[in-house]
């Protein structure tokens, strides 16, 4: 499966950005999806994930309560909400998939290019 995302761009801190995961190739209701970053001078850090139906959810205790995950597996599209955008959240996002299980420990076979995110304070 092949994944696109987009949706980055320049914002003020406090507001909002949707990113967006978009797969090709094969179904991405077979996968579970998950959200990375990774910062200037940083580790890639996981984010968030959630399984293939959507019903479970893992999120990162740096974005919990700002941040949520959605998919729309009919459009073949993973989601991520992003709200009170703080400058610390200024990164490279990437979205990945994995054909079981989701979480920061799961190794996730396919990786898009990622989209940048810039949050100015």
């Known amino acids: 499966v092949q994944l696109q995302a987009s949706g980055g761009g320049l914002v003020q801190a406090g507001v909002s950005l949707r990113l967006s995961c978009a797969a090709s190739g094969r179904t991405l209701s077979n996968y579970d999806v998950g959200w990375f970053r990774r910062a200037p001078g940083k580790e890639r850090e996981f984010v968030v994930a959630i399984s293939w139906s959507g019903s479970s959810t893992y999120y990162a205790d740096s974005v919990k309560g700002r941040f949520t995950i959605s998919r729309d597996n009919a459009k073949n599209t993973v989601y991520l909400q992003m709200n009170s955008l703080k400058p610390e959240d200024t990164a490279i996002y990437y979205c990945?998939?994995?054909?079981?299980?989701?979480?920061?420990?799961?190794?996730?076979?396919?990786w898009g290019q990622g989209t940048q995110v810039t949050v100015s304070s």
């Open positions: 990945a998939a994995a054909k079981s299980g989701w979480g920061p420990k799961v190794a996730y076979e396919f």
